[in-house]
Structure formats: C-alpha cells, structure tokens
C-alpha cells in the first residue's frame, strides 16, 4: 500500500497521506512525492486546486517520522537529518508561494512536520477532533518547519505558550492562533471535497464553514500575563506565582523539557516577528543542521519514542542553566551551509 494517494479529481490534484498506523508521520519518500507532485499540478492548467488530507479518523500527521532519522544518526549518518530538513522546508515553502490555491483538511493529530504540511497553505480546515500542536521541545528539537513564524504572528504571546509547552489545540484555538481559517464539521467534509473537486472554487468553502465548539477560551487571557516575560526563568517564576491549577501545569511543562530547546524556540519565536517565512525557515534550520551532534535532540527521541522510559538525561538540569552563549552556538549562521530554497537535481 503507498502512503502517499496521488490523483485528479475533476478540477482538482488530490493528496492523502496515507500512513493511518503510524499517525500518518511524514517520511523522506513523502515529502519528495509531494514536492515532486505540487512542481508537475503548477504547470497543468486541467488542476485548478489542490486538495491534501489524510486517511484515518486518528490523525492528519502526528510530524515526521523520526525513527529512521535516529536509526541514521546513531549509525553516524549526520547528513540523514540536514537532507530530510532541507527538502521538508523547501515543500513547506513551497506550500506557502504556491500558484494555486491548496485546500488543507485537518482532523485529530496534527503536529510537527504536520503543521508544515497543512498550515502555510492558502486555505486551512479544521474539524472538531483537530490536536493541532507542536511539541518539538518535548523532544530536545524546536518548534520548525515554520512553524515559528506563524507562532510568532499569534496574539497576546500565544505563539511562544504554544511553542514552549506544546499545548494541543482544539479548533477555537487553532483558528485563533492563526493556524486554521475555518471550522467544518468531518460530517461535511465529503460532500465539501466534491464539491471543490466538481468546479475548483473555493468559495463553497465559506458556505460550509460553521462557528467552532468553544474549547479553553479562557487560556487567551491567561497566557497574554503569563508568557509576557523577557526571559525563560523569568516565566516560569510567574507561573510559580500565579497559584492557578493552569499555571502549575505549564510550569511543569517548562521543566520537564530540553532546557536548551525551550531557550532556543523563544529566540527563535521572538526573532521570526521580524523576519520573512523563508528567513524563519533559515534561522529553524541552522538549530536543525546542529540538532544531532550539539543539542538534545537524540535523547529525545530516545527517551520518548525509541525506550519509552520518559526520562531524558538533557544537557542542562535547569532552565537557568543554559546561557546566551549556548543559544548562540545553535543559531548562529552556517556559511556555506545554511538553508536555502534552491533544489538540486534528483
């Protein structure tokens, strides 16, 4: 079975992820067949949209798939990782300037490189079992795939909330953010595709679109107090102050992830504020690129993913243990290395 579904249907290209057993994580193969796909539908005036979904009821993409990425690295293959990053964002840029509208449905997990595949397109679906997240610093990486340009649009410090804890938003909250346009209910959502795929016009799109189910309104007025502080020590100190049961979570949150990542994200968050989606993916991918042999990132996934034990030996015990000049080392520019748009052959 492949786990990428490519075709035409009607006016429209069609996409669907399909991995369903494994979250519908985004592998190599993936991301080239998509990118390959999207550079062939730009140029073939009988596809007017482009449709990508994802079968299964369970997930979108729950991110990238990052067991052979580990498998690689450990084997000392460290160029595994900078190649898959390198054309993941490339795709996800491509997503971003792409000609034609593309027409993204998400449905339960959606995190990581599921974001990059669905959020920074033209028009963005959300339906009620949506988890939209990125919880990168959970495993010793930062929230990429451009991720911190759109966490840095969102409002009242809701992007660097998000991108520090890792909190999984339901469709209010992802609409809110800035990550999803509209809410439609699953229910609707096949006769919504034939209808794109009928005559290629999205307008059918704002016919369909209903208020989202209210879900956590109340952390927008929390968050804008709580994440507003300069420093990464400086907030978890206000949320140890706050005496909220919220508070306390995200407190906790912040200290059981890579000290190193979570100072990373928020310099890299804060940054993107002032810089082009293609630069924020340059800036992503110089932690990216150091991500295997300096930071976290490894035993991350060992801990989370490859051993299951959920106790990560990282490089700093304690927030205040990572200093400016660690952050530097990760962000700094790459010379001949760093990210660029440009395609080789292949």
């Known amino acids: 079975m492949s786990d990428l579904l490519v075709r035409t249907e009607g006016c429209a290209g069609r996409i669907t992820l399909n991995r369903p057993k494994a979250l519908n994580a985004v592998t190599w193969d993936m991301v080239r067949e998509i990118d390959r796909t999207l550079q062939r539908w730009a140029a073939d005036d009988a596809v007017a949209l482009v449709i990508i979904d994802a079968a299964g ?13 580990y498998h690689a690295s450990r084997a000392g293959d460290l160029d595994f990782g900078r190649r898959f990053w390198t054309e993941e964002y490339r795709l996800n840029l491509t997503m971003a300037e792409y000609p034609k509208p593309i027409v993204s449905l998400m449905q339960g997990f959606t995190m990581g490189g599921g974001v990059g595949l669905s959020c920074h397109v033209s028009h963005r679906v959300v339906d009620e079992t949506v988890q939209l997240a990125l919880p990168e610093c959970g495993i010793g990486l930062i929230p990429d795939v451009g991720s911190s340009w759109l966490l840095a649009k969102a409002p009242r410090n809701f992007g660097v909330f998000l991108g520090l804890t890792g909190y999984r938003m339901g469709p209010d909250d992802a609409i ?44 927008w007025a929390e968050t804008s107090q709580w994440f507003r502080a300069e420093t990464l020590p400086e907030i978890a100190d206000d949320l140890a102050q706050v005496g909220a049961s919220n508070a306390d979570k995200w407190r906790k949150a912040l200290h059981t992830h890579s000290p190193l990542a979570l100072h990373c994200a928020l310099n890299t968050i804060r940054a993107a504020k002032d810089l082009t989606l293609r630069e924020a993916f340059a800036q992503e991918y110089r932690f990216s690129y150091r991500a295997v042999q300096r930071s976290d990132f490894l035993e991350g996934i060992r801990a989370q993913v ?36 440009e395609r080789n052959e292949r």
């Open 57 to 69: 009821d369970r997930a979108f993409a729950a991110g990238g798939d990052i067991v052979d990425l």
């Open 176 to 219: 809110f953010a800035g990550l999803a346009d509209i809410f439609v209910p699953r229910e609707s959502w096949a006769r919504l595709i034939k209808d794109l795929c009928a005559d290629g016009d999205v307008t059918v799109l704002e016919q369909v679109a209903v208020p989202p189910p209210e879900g956590a309104l109340s952390l």
């Open 306 to 341: 490859i051993d299951k034990d959920r106790q990560p030996k990282w490089k700093h015990t304690a927030l205040k243990d990572v200093n400016p000049e660690d952050v530097a080392a990760m962000l700094a520019p790459l010379g001949d290395d760093e990210w660029t748009f």
